[in-house]
């Protein structure tokens, strides 16, 4: 199975509240990164987090890191209804043949109604 | 916004086909690699590229192929398009040096493949 998974698949929720997603990785890694996809474009990178850390903010939203199990989630804050896209973790392993390489989770899609 | 482009973005074609998926990036980054992305679906990694003459199948088998003969141009081709290479391809890019590998993403080139 994929290196990165993430739930909910999908998550529809009302402007102002706030949107949690969560993702899970197999391997060692270097840092664990956070991208948004609005539908039909390509992926922005959002926020990185490193191994050694286990916290990181960058205005609305927040990231969590936990390697001794493996998962990462990023929280936004008061969503708006520009926030509704795809949102995707991905892990860049540590040395060996995957250097410098991406793995993405198979993302969520949130939702954010007016 | 990332400074790199894709042309064209939508490629409507008949099976048979050669076609060329063009791709540039102007940060002068070493590494550039090409995802494919089904609808509402994971990105899956076929071809990335450590810098100019340099270049190597990713984690998922393509019957693409492509070329660095400059920095800043990573052509994907298909010598003969079928309805199974309908899909996003994504073209990104980071810079070599560094752990972070955070990759720049292009706005992508839906192809349909009839």
């Known amino acids: 199975s994929q290196q990165g998974e993430e739930d909910p698949q999908a998550l529809s929720i009302q402007e102002g509240e706030n949107a949690t997603m969560n993702c899970s990785y197999k391997?060692?890694?270097?840092?664990l990164q956070w991208y948004r996809q609005n539908s039909g474009r390509g992926l922005v990178h959002l926020i990185l987090?490193?191994?050694?850390?286990r916290e990181k903010h960058s205005g609305r939203l927040r990231v969590t890191l936990d390697t001794s199990k493996k998962s990462s989630s990023l929280l936004i804050t008061a969503s708006r209804a520009a926030d509704t896209a795809s949102y995707f973790c991905a892990t860049s392993q540590a040395g060996g043949t995957s250097y410098g390489k991406l793995t993405f989770g198979q993302g969520t899609i949130l939702t954010v109604h007016p | 916004e990332a400074d790199i482009y894709q042309t064209p973005r939508y490629l409507v074609i008949g099976t048979g086909k050669k076609i060329t998926l063009e791709c540039s990036q102007t940060m002068g980054h070493d590494k550039m690699y090409w995802y494919q992305q089904d609808p509402g679906m994971e990105l899956h990694l076929i071809h990335y590229s450590y810098g100019v003459n340099s270049t190597e199948k990713g984690d998922l088998s393509s019957e693409s192929t492509v070329s660095r003969i400059r920095t800043e141009h990573f052509p994907l081709t298909l010598e003969s398009a079928r309805p199974s290479h309908t899909s996003q391809y994504l073209c990104?890019?980071?810079?070599?040096?560094?752990?972070?590998?955070?990759?720049?993403f292009g706005p992508g080139t839906r192809l349909t493949v009839l």
């Open positions: 990104a890019s980071s810079e070599l040096a560094g752990a972070l590998h955070t990759q720049y």
């Open positions: 391997t060692s890694i270097n840092n």
């Open positions: 987090i490193r191994s050694n850390e």
